[in-house]
């Protein structure tokens, strides 16, 4: 029984020894397709991997301090440029495209019908920071392209700079704010209505998927990039443009 018990131990230790954990930094704009995606990972191959969500360039900071990461997903063309320069990036290519619009919460469908309804004056907006997010740098694309009198009127309606995505979402689901500035997808996949942003003033935002060079394992590695590439239909389930 004794050594039943051993030869069992050192096959378990075996089969977990070779169990390698990856490690897979994301955007909070897509989590719902990536939690999808890396459930579907976990439960066809060995290897497994832990998906970690937030604002573009915070994941970004994580996965500098850390150490760590196998897997980038990063939406912002900027935060993706400070990783290369790092020499972070090993392989990439750009796999999704999202579309910024004004998402609104119950109180604020009432308030905003169009674009130019975000200037009036008593309306609450929540935005994002551009030193953690990608819509952060959205939200000051747009200041950059409206006159010095426009843009005054939206600095006065913005109470929140948000650091990512989910507390965007999260303050138009508890009507704390009018609006928010989300992605198209983000709007449709939870019920918001929204209003488009004038194409003048908006930046459509490309989505990166990159190999990290902190990765122990490159041929796990490859199989969750390659997974991830393999499942378009996953994000296109979720409401978002995929680039063939």
């Known amino acids: 029984m004794k050594r039943l018990f051993v030869v069992f131990t050192i096959a378990l230790f075996t089969k977990t020894a070779f169990c390698y954990q990856l490690y897979w930094f994301s955007s909070a704009a897509i989590k719902k397709p990536s939690q999808k995606i890396a ?4 439960k066809t191959h060995k290897d497994k991997v832990v998906l970690i969500n937030g604002g573009t360039g915070q994941v970004l900071q994580q996965m500098i301090l850390s150490k760590k990461g196998d ?34 919460s119950q109180k604020g469908q009432n308030k905003i019908k169009t674009f130019n309804d975000i200037f009036k004056n008593g309306i609450t907006i929540a935005a994002g920071n551009p030193k953690t997010m990608a819509l952060g740098k959205t939200y000051m694309h747009i200041l950059n392209k409206l006159s010095s009198r ?33 992605f198209k997808s983000t709007a449709k ?49 979720f409401g978002f443009d995929v680039i063939h």
Do not use: W
Request: charged share 25%; proline share 3%; aromatic share 12%.
């Open 39 to 42: 459930e579907l990972f976990n």
């Open 71 to 104: 897997i980038y997903t990063c939406i912002d063309p900027k935060f993706f440029k400070i990783a290369q320069e790092k020499g972070l990036i090993l392989e990439y290519t750009s796999f999704i495209k999202l579309t910024p619009v004004i998402g609104l």
């Open 150 to 182: 426009m843009a005054t009127k939206l600095k006065n309606n913005v109470k929140v700079k948000a650091i990512n995505i989910s507390q965007i979402i999260n303050y138009l689901k508890q009507d704390t704010v009018d609006a928010g500035l989300v």
């Open 189 to 237: 996949i939870n019920g918001f209505d929204y209003v488009e942003i004038p194409k003048e003033f908006n930046q459509i935002k490309k989505g990166y998927i990159a190999k990290i060079s902190f990765s122990k394992n490159k041929k796990a590695q490859d199989d969750l990039y390659r997974f991830i590439l393999n499942h378009p239909n996953i994000y296109t389930q």
